[in-house]
Each structure stands twice: as structure tokens, then as C-alpha cells.
């Protein structure tokens, strides 16, 4: 076995993006559906480290201990950079993206059951192969599955819920970028590349005529996003034991848009474009070595009824997104951007869904109600309504009385 250190890992993942920008750059269907770099680079490791440990007998161990830290301070800059009053304006397409959400998520859990149906699987897997994992993630499928292991002695429910899960990740940002694209060469859309910065968390490379940030200024956005990490923290240890528990996640975010919406009226002024670099560079690199870390070897064992499965959930997503989420979001640009975050979110994480909106906003210009929008709904709604719909379902007789 070869164990990276720490600064390996880190070192190795750096490399993976690069390699994934690189190939998504020079590859013309990548660059056209615009794939995000993680998500081709980490795909690429995986394949190869999994090759390597079935033919050379080789396996590759990464230290990433430091992801959950990365994703927290992803989520604290977008709420560095969240201007509530975009969010006033973005605020009826919040409420059609809702509407267009929770038929959705009941959808997801039909087509669940539906499979595990044909399939001859307990109902339960099928909720496994909905919410629970792709709108839910790898936190949700945990809990779920050791219930479903404890309950309803299903045998072999971690390692599918984790492979859903992770897979969910990788379909997700697969799918959303080719969605979106579809609908803006369909409808004739584009976006403006001519912008001022800081208007819309538009990547760093589409605001390279923006004047320089100093290293002052990335101090300040870092020491600004740390914090939101340690007050998010203890906010969540805060209400640890209440009825209704929020991910820590949620409070990062929120401390950064207090931050940033009460700390103008301070005089504090952080710079957007040192805190968009710093929140992109922490998405990129968790979702990295999320890609990296994929176990292709568990894919392989669990193939079949689960391809199959999730092969039919991507199809339902994207058709739901375009004909569905698009329409209901006014049929523009930004719906477009949003159509392909929902994928993103449906499918696999918020972090997904960000990256890409990324991915599309860096090609085709900013999308700032979407920069606003998808975060809060991924981030805490979504969540709030995912556990409302498995609760009524698993009460079902026929679903979790087997």
C-alpha cells in the first residue's frame, strides 16, 4: 500500500485539478457540456488507482482528513459573498424553485420504489436509491442505512448506500452542465461576460481585468471565513440536542451573510473577488479528493440493479430539470444555470451543484440570483423537506412495514 502524507495528498489532488482543467480545456465535449476539472481529474485518479490495485496489486491511500474543513469554508466565503439584497430580488424565483423541488423529491422516491418493485429489492433499497442518498448525500445515506441494517436487517445497506451516494456525486456533475447547455442553445440564451466584480461569484479567470486584490485583502477574506468556521461551529454544538438539527454547514453560511450584510453597516468591506478565489479553490479541492477517493472496486461489486437504478434516477433528473425546474424559473439564462444545479443537488450535493454553476458561469457569464438561490435551498430547505417526504413514505405500510 503507498500512503500519502498530508501535503501529498494535498499535492497530488493540486495536480488532479490541474489535469482536469487541462482536459476539459483541450477535449472538445468536456468543454462543450462544460464538465467541472474536479470532476473529470479525480474521476481520471480513480479509474487509475483502481486499475492499480487490480492489476498491480497496489492500493493508494489519500489523507483527507481535511475535507470537511474545505467544504466548511466553501459554504462560510458563499456567505461572505451573499448580498441579501440580490436574495430580495431572486426572492419569487426562490419560492417557483421550492414549488418546483418538492414534487420533485416525491418523484425521486416513486421512481425508487418503482425500480426496487421490478427489480425484486425491499422498498426500503429503493428509498436508498432516491432521496436518502442523492438529495440527501453520504450523511443521510449513513444514517438511513445503519437504521435500515438495525430495523429491517437488510444486509450489504452501507456499502450501497455509500456507493449511491458517491455516485450520485459524480452523475450529478456529469449530467447538470450538458443540461444546461442543451437549454441555452435551445432557447437562445447567453449570458454577458461583461460585468463588474463581485456581482455574481464569477470564477477567478473572468474577472482578470478586475484590478489586482492585495495579499491584505486575502487575509482578511481568510481570517473572515475561519471565523465563520469557529462560530458556525459552536452554533451547531450550541443546538447539538434540539429537535430539529441543522448541519454544521448551514451555520458557516449563515455567520458569513451576518458578516457580510451587518458588518458593511460597520464600515467592514471585505473584497468579493479574495473571497470567491478562496471559496473556489476549497470547492475544487474537496470535491477532488472526493472524486479521488471514489472506491471503484465496491461500484464493481454493487453493479447491476444499483446502475441500473441510478441510470434511470439521471434520466428522470435531467428531463424533470428541463422541462420542469427551466420552465418554471422564467425560461432564462439564470433558470438555465439553475436547471443545471438542480442536477447537482438532485443527484448528488450543493457542492456539486455549485460547481456547476461554475463550471457554465465561467464560459458564459455571471449568474448572481442563482449564486443566491441554490445555496440556500441546497444548503438547509432541501433538507428540511427530504426528511418530511422519507418519514411520510417509510411510515407507508408497504414501504418500511416489510
Known amino acids: 500500500m503507498i500512503s500519502l502524507t498530508p501535503v501529498q495528498s494535498l499535492l497530488a489532488c493540486c495536480l488532479v485539478l490541474v489535469i ?5 480545456t483541450k477535449i472538445g465535449v468536456l468543454a462543450r457540456y462544460s464538465i467541472p476539472d474536479p470532476i473529470v481529474g479525480g474521476l481520471l485518479f480513480a479509474v487509475l488507482a483502481y486499475l492499480l490495485a487490480t492489476w ?9 482528513s481535511i475535507k470537511p474543513t474545505l467544504l466548511l469554508l466553501f459554504f462560510g466565503s458563499i456567505g461572505l459573498t451573499a448580498n441579501l439584497k440580490l436574495l430580495a430580488k431572486g426572492g419569487p424565483r426562490l419560492i417557483a424553485f421550492l414549488l418546483a423541488l418538492i414534487p420533485f423529491l416525491v418523484l425521486q422516491n416513486a421512481v425508487g420504489l418503482g425500480m426496487a418493485w421490478l427489480l ?3 422498498p426500503l433499497m429503493g428509498l436508498l436509491g432516491g432521496t436518502i ?3 440527501g448525500g453520504h450523511g443521510t445515506g449513513a444514517a438511513y442505512a445503519t437504521r435500515f441494517a438495525d430495523f429491517n436487517n437488510i444486509q450489504d445497506v452501507m456499502a450501497l448506500a455509500m456507493t449511491a451516494a458517491t455516485l450520485g456525486l459524480v452523475l450529478g456533475g456529469v449530467v447538470g452542465g450538458p443540461v444546461a447547455e442543451w437549454l441555452m442553445r435551445r432557447h437562445k440564451l447567453a449570458g454577458s461576460l461583461d460585468h463588474a466584480p463581485g456581482d455574481g461569484h464569477e470564477p ?3 474577472m482578470e481585468n478586475a484590478p489586482a486584490s492585495s495579499a491584505g485583502s486575502y487575509i482578511v477574506s481568510l ?3 475561519l471565523v465563520c468556521l469557529v462560530v458556525g461551529g459552536y452554533l451547531a454544538a450550541l443546538v447539538e440536542d434540539a429537535p430539529v438539527s441543522l448541519p454544521n454547514f448551514l451555520w458557516c453560511l449563515a455567520t458569513g451573510v451576518l458578516i457580510r450584510n451587518g458588518g458593511e453597516k460597520l464600515g467592514l468591506k471585505l473584497d468579493d ?12 479541492l474537496f470535491l477532488g479528493m472526493t472524486m479521488m477517493t471514489l472506491d471503484l472496486s465496491s461500484v464493481a461489486r454493487l453493479a447491476g440493479p444499483l446502475a441500473l437504478m441510478l441510470a434511470v434516477q439521471t434520466l428522470v433528473c435531467a428531463l424533470y430539470a428541463a422541462w420542469v425546474v427551466f420552465r418554471m424559473l422564467k425560461r432564462d439564462y439564470e433558470a438555465a444555470i439553475m436547471s443545471a444545479a438542480f ?7 450543493t457542492a456539486t451543484a455549485i460547481a456547476n454553476m461554475q463550471a457554465l458561469t465561467r464560459r458564459h457569464g455571471p449568474a448572481p440570483e442563482a449564486f443566491i438561490v441554490v445555496p440556500v435551498t441546497g444548503a438547509f430547505l432541501v433538507d428540511i423537506l427530504n426528511v418530511i417526504v422519507l418519514t411520510s413514505l417509510i411510515s407507508l405500510p408497504f414501504v418500511g412495514g416489510m
Open 120 to 122: 425484486d429489492m425491499h
Open 223 to 225: 481570517t473572515a471565513a
Open 204 to 206: 477567478a479567470d473572468l
Open 133 to 135: 442518498t442523492l438529495v
Open 343 to 349: 442536477c447537482g443537488f438532485a443527484l448528488g450535493a
Open 20 to 24: 482536469g482543467r487541462v482536459l476539459t
Open 56 to 64: 498491480g496489486g497496489i492500493s493508494v491511500s489519500l489523507e483527507t
Open 273 to 284: 473577488r479574495a473571497t470567491e478565489i478562496i471559496g473556489t479553490i476549497s470547492l475544487s
